[in-house]
């Protein structure tokens, strides 16, 4: 079956950085999104990363490892409104994106 | 750009009725669009995916004959919950793609929050 892991939630201080962790196996890749969902809001895309390495974006961040099954999700410098959910999702060989159950970050002043 | 709309935001009915929810594409021409349903504390869950011109695809568990699915127009997709139950009380959310599937960015609605009583 297909898997994505990732954990159920986080708790980061405002001005921190943290690291989400997305663990995955699929039926074939091509490619892996972040997206940030606030309480009661559609998610925003965050990140798309197909090949490995580092992808760098403002305060965020996200980094793959195709032989490992492997990404995550920095956040730098963190502010009150990162606080969300953050889900990730792997497009598998049939282009379907397979959801993860998504991390709920809470950030502390 | 890549602006999706969904109507109505919110919705509250009875239960045994139906309620029909609008997804637009508002600059942009999607080929493809995804309705989702998403649970309190649960992630996204894909009902079905539709192509414009064609029947959609629904996913395993999905009934087609509850949540029909018109996807009319390059711009217009909608669903409408038949015969309405409490259970169905939910987050509905569309996103739409436009050109082929590989890669591309799912552009999301802001989700329509369904209350059956």
């Known amino acids: 079956g297909q898997n994505i892991d990732q954990p159920t939630e986080m708790t980061a201080t405002e001005g921190a950085i943290v690291q989400i962790n997305c663990t995955y196996q699929t039926s074939g890749f091509n490619g892996l999104f972040w997206y940030q969902q606030h309480a009661g809001e559609a998610p925003t895309f965050l990140s798309y990363?197909?090949l490995d390495g580092l992808e760098e974006k403002g305060r965020f961040s996200s980094f793959l490892s195709r032989s490992k099954g492997y990404s995550y999700l920095l956040l730098k410098e963190l502010q009150m409104k990162d606080s969300a959910s953050y889900l990730c999702?792997?497009?598998?060989?049939?282009?379907?994106?397979?959801w993860g159950a998504g991390t709920k970050l809470i950030i502390k002043p | 750009g890549a602006v999706v709309s969904q109507h109505p935001s919110w919705v509250i009915c009875k239960s045994g009725t139906s309620v029909k929810i609008e997804c637009r594409s508002l600059?942009?021409?999607?080929?493809?669009m995804f309705w989702y349903r998403q649970f309190p504390k649960q992630s996204l869950m894909l009902m079905a995916t539709s192509n414009e011109g064609s029947k959609a695809t629904y996913e395993q568990g999905v009934e087609k004959d509850k949540f029909l699915i018109n996807h009319a127009s390059l711009t217009l997709s909608t669903l409408t919950v038949t015969s309405a139950h409490p259970e169905d009380s939910s987050f509905y959310i569309c996103?739409?793609?436009?050109?082929?599937?590989?890669?591309?960015?799912?552009?999301f609605g802001p989700g329509t929050r369904l209350t059956v009583l």
């Open positions: 996103s739409a793609t436009s050109g082929r599937p590989s890669y591309n960015e799912q552009f």
């Open positions: 600059d942009f021409q999607a080929t493809t």
């Open positions: 999702a792997v497009l598998d060989s049939n282009y379907q994106l397979i």
């Open positions: 990363n197909v």
